[in-house]
């Protein structure tokens, strides 16, 4: 009997003395990292902007226009002719004095209408003529996005005939007044819409007279700085603005840990902040849903470290 308790005593002594170890080696063993995304800090260009429609227009437009009444005999040219200063356009009979006259162009371009017809009487707008390579747009803007814009700004365009090409223009005009629109018979009435000008550049392979184009005005613009989403910015129990960054451990190579960047605030759009500080350098991982950890806390990173 008392072989049998010595022999119980031992087995509790072993049973307790493992799970004493084992509560020391779980204690002893370093907490579970939590597993992160990253995205790499880099430097790039951000932008506010304004969207618009418009139709391309010719900047040189001339129309050639007769009242004498006298006969079109003949018809010289037609649409879509290039014509220079001095060329025939048409030729006119007078019935009176019998006679012919043969008129020319006082400007070069490309014949863009013709309402002359051979046999009718020379009355009001007979030709227009355009340059086809001197090229504006002429948009609308909405009254709520007025005040964000003003002449010489950048101008993106693009169109549905020309996918992916973009054209850089120039903002040359903003109307004082608003588009004087017919009458609503809705229950609501339309919103003011303002004219608008854009000035384009010679080379506009693609772009014709009469397409409808999409118009991306840039109102701010910085250029060579960081920025990142607004997910990825914290804000630190003194109210600074931070960012979280996993960097690797010292003490332990291989291994990642949360530090805090307090940073500075610039320029924002819809999606992104500018940040600034002296502690940032290009390349570092930013965690973009920091949220969810502290500094200090041990992290894994989803896709490897970013260099």
């Known amino acids: 009997m008392k072989n049998k308790r010595i022999i119980l005593g031992i087995i509790i002594g ?6 004493g170890g084992a509560f020391v080696y779980a204690s002893t063993q370093a907490p579970t990292a939590t597993i992160v995304k990253t995205v790499p800090l880099a430097k790039g260009t951000l932008q506010n902007t304004v969207s618009a429609t418009g139709v391309v227009e010719s900047d040189t437009l001339v129309k050639i226009s007769n009242n004498s009444t006298d006969i079109v005999e003949q018809v010289y040219v037609s649409v879509g002719e290039w014509v220079g200063n001095g060329d025939w356009l048409y030729q006119l009979y007078n019935k009176e004095t019998d006679t012919y006259t043969n008129i020319k162009s006082d400007t070069s371009g490309t014949i863009t209408a013709i309402n002359a017809i051979k046999g009718g009487m020379a009355s009001g707008e007979l030709f227009t003529i355009e340059d086809t390579n001197d090229l504006k747009i002429t948009g609308k803007i909405k009254e709520a996005n007025l005040n964000q814009i003003c002449e010489n700004m950048t101008v993106t365009v693009k169109s549905d005939a020309t996918g992916d090409q973009s054209f850089q223009g120039n903002l040359t005009k903003i109307a004082p ?20 000008e854009v000035d384009l550049p010679t080379d506009v392979p693609g772009l014709k007279i009469g397409m409808n184009t999409r118009l ?4 701010e613009e910085k250029n060579d700085v960081f920025s990142i989403p607004f997910d990825a910015l ?19 190579p291989g291994t990642w840990i949360v530090e805090s960047i307090p940073v500075n605030l610039g320029l924002e759009t819809d999606l ?11 390349g570092m991982a930013v965690i973009s849903q920091p949220l969810t950890i502290q500094p200090g806390a ?10």
């Open 234 to 252: 914290v804000t630190d129990d003194s109210g600074k603005s931070c960012i979280y960054i996993a960097k690797e451990n010292p003490d332990t």
């Open 298 to 307: 041990a992290v894994s990173l989803e896709e490897g470290p970013v260099v």
């Open 216 to 219: 991306t005005i840039v109102t």
């Open 14 to 19: 072993a049973v307790i003395l493992a799970g």
């Open 272 to 282: 992104s902040v500018e940040i600034s500080s002296d502690q940032l350098v290009a």
């Open 177 to 196: 007044t608003a588009i004087k629109n017919e009458p609503s018979t809705g229950a609501t009435s339309k919103n003011a819409e303002f004219e608008i």
